[in-house]
T-cell receptor
Framework: AQKVTQAQTEISVVEKEDVTLDCVYE???????LFWYKQPPSGELVFLIR??????QNEISGRYSWNFQKSTSSFNFTITASQVVDSAVYFC???????????????FGQGTTLQVKP | DGGITQSPKYLFRKEGQNVTLSCEQN?????MYWYRQDPGQGLRLIYY???????QKGDIAEGYSVSREKKESFPLTVTSAQKNPTAFYLC????????????FGNGTRLTVT
């Protein structure tokens, strides 16, 4: 079975602090993709990043960075120098190429609510 | 601009009534999805469709129905059989493929009393 766990329900930081959102996943698939989405107060989920299981290189995009470690089945997301506009719910998700390929079914974690205070 | 439109944003219904949530996309995506979001439970898949006139049940399809008569449209009906219909409903679309990122609409918040 596939599962995504985001153990941090809520995180509160002060602006300019760095913050890391944890994501741990379970899958038996050897080929899979991991995603992060941001859900601002408007409600729409915004795609942030996709990483495949064969690419363990860390990725940096501006103030955002992602640390993928297959050995610990983790795909953590760090925001450097956080800003008030980063306040949102962040979801980690997993898609595996199991017996049913081409389904596009994502398994989502429970989400982490990040509050950045000025 | 391309995107996904969900309407209405807020919907109120009395218990025992069926209600249909609209989802339209102009991204030319073949696949469309309906998710339900409840506090502390993340997103759960209700139904998905890979192509017109075809759809499959997701993890929590009971009490819901869908249709896919047009590529652009994937309406969701919440029937009176759904025991806890009050939730935030999100529609999404993607190009076909198990690893394609989903594009989401703004959601519909349904309240049933």
């Amino acid at each position: 079975a596939q599962k995504v766990t985001q153990a941090q329900t809520e995180i509160s930081v002060v602006e300019k602090e760095d913050v890391t959102l944890d994501c741990v996943y379970e899958t038996r698939d050897t080929t899979y993709y991991l995603f992060w989405y941001k859900q601002p107060p408007s409600g729409e989920l915004v795609f942030l990043i996709r990483r495949n299981s064969f690419d363990e290189q860390n990725e940096i995009s501006g103030r955002y960075s992602w640390n993928f470690q297959k050995s610990t089945s983790s795909f953590n997301f760090t925001i450097t120098a956080s800003q008030v506009v980063d306040s949102a719910v962040y979801f980690c998700a997993l898609s595996g190429r199991g017996r049913s390929s081409n389904t596009g079914k994502l398994i989502f974690g429970q989400g982490t609510t990040l509050q950045v205070k000025p | 601009d391309g995107g996904i439109t969900q309407s209405p944003k807020y919907l109120f219904r009395k218990e025992g009534q069926n209600v249909t949530l609209s989802c339209e996309q102009n991204l030319n995506h073949d696949a469309m999805y309906w998710y339900r979001q409840d506090p502390g439970q993340g997103l759960r898949l209700i139904y998905y469709s890979q192509i017109v006139n075809d759809f499959q049940k997701g993890d929590i399809a009971e009490g819901y129905s869908v249709s896919r008569e047009k590529k652009e449209s994937f309406p969701l009906t919440v029937t009176s059989a759904q025991k806890n219909p009050t939730a935030f409903y999100l529609c999404a679309s993607s190009i076909t493929g198990w690893n394609s990122p989903l594009h989401f609409g703004n959601g519909t918040r349904l309240t049933v009393t």
